[in-house]
């Protein structure tokens, strides 16, 4: 266990320093915010911490906002609803995010005077924010953020640091994997669909598991859970997955090909998953040590597959490793 140590410098709500606030955190993580009446585990969106927390923004290329937009010096003026997937701040009061819409798919956008307290559009550029844009391009540009109104803001997930670190890796996902100017109304149904079955307090962890399948097809890597990735067959119950056929090995390949050792209530899990809409998912019972495999199998299946090396990963990973309280156990230990 790595002991945590107080930040440096004070917290912040709603913007002002707040000398009764401090923060505690480890490597580049807050994990909690001290208040005078004890330890908050639930990071409220109302702090910030500047010192540990980068800049807004996470993996993959920065949306250019390619797309609909006019030609020349013409302007063109476009509203859409979208889901903020990230943002970085852009100088001293602008900010540029990531929004992932129906109509235009991904897209980039500038929201000028977003940072400032008085702007309108300061609530809705926040990350997972849901909403609704107008867009203003003229020629090539990056498109302009004119107005807008915020739909919803899944209050759940932002005051829960569990939900919110899983909605972030989502978010990751999405951001990383699918293409930019490219209407794809389904993936935006099911992000929020998503959004909301987390809100809702849906199991996270099996809810992420999910979300991982679903990213296999739409990079094109989609796994073939019921046929041996090496003859084949149909295979009942697996107990080795190979990673670069994209499937289990039944009993007759074992010795031919590499594999990874898996439970056959792992595959089993997996083929629930990848047939079941994200809106018509039950509660679904998974023990500890399938989780762990469910988890470590999806992602080295992704790494392999893609090369992707995932930041939100690895956050939940070092909040595991902090033995920080989660979502099922009270413990975080059995968690991705």
Not at 105 to 133: C, D, H, I, N, Y
Not at 226 to 232: E, I, V
Not at 273 to 288: F, K, W, Y
Not at 300 to 314: D, I, S, V
Request: net charge positive.
């Amino acid at each position: 266990m790595i002991p945590l140590h107080r930040a440096p410098r004070l917290g912040y709500a709603n913007g002002t320093p707040n000398p009764k606030v401090r923060v505690m955190g480890c490597a580049g993580i807050v994990l909690a915010v001290v208040h005078p009446d004890g330890i908050d585990r639930r990071l409220s969106p109302l702090f910030t911490v500047p010192e540990f927390g980068e800049r807004a923004g996470g993996g993959g290329k920065r949306s250019t906002g390619f797309g609909k937009r006019g030609s020349g010096g013409q302007s063109m003026n476009v509203q859409v609803e979208g889901i903020v997937l990230r943002g970085v701040d852009y100088g001293e009061t602008h900010r540029i995010v990531t929004l992932l819409t129906p109509e235009i798919g991904k897209v980039g956008a500038m929201a000028r005077g977003a940072k400032r307290p008085q702007s309108r559009l300061r609530a809705l550029v926040q990350p997972l924010v849901r909403g609704t844009f107008s867009l203003a391009y003229r020629g090539q540009g990056m498109a302009i953020i004119r107005q807008g109104q915020w739909l919803e803001g899944y209050r759940a997930i932002q005051e829960d640091l569990w939900k919110h670190a899983y909605a972030g890796y989502a978010a990751e996902l999405v951001d990383r994997f699918v293409e930019e100017a490219t209407p794809n109304p389904g993936v935006y149904e099911f992000f929020r669909q998503w959004l909301e079955a987390l809100a809702a307090g849906k199991d996270a962890e099996i809810l992420t598991r999910l979300f991982e399948l679903h990213v296999c097809e739409w990079a094109g890597v989609r796994p073939l859970l019921d046929r041996c990735a090496g003859c084949g067959a149909a295979v009942g119950y697996a107990r080795m997955f190979d990673l670069s056929g994209g499937g289990p090995l039944c009993d007759r390949c074992l010795d031919l090909r590499r594999g990874i050792p898996i439970r056959p209530q792992t595959c089993a899990v997996m083929r629930a998953l990848q047939s079941v809409p994200v809106n018509r998912l039950g509660d679904i019972r998974v023990g500890p040590d399938t989780r762990r495999e469910l988890a470590d199998l999806l992602g080295a299946y992704l790494e392999h597959h893609t090369g992707a090396r995932l930041r939100g990963r690895e956050y939940i990973r070092r909040l595991r490793e902090y033995a920080w309280p989660g979502p099922l156990d009270g413990a975080g230990g059995d968690l991705v």
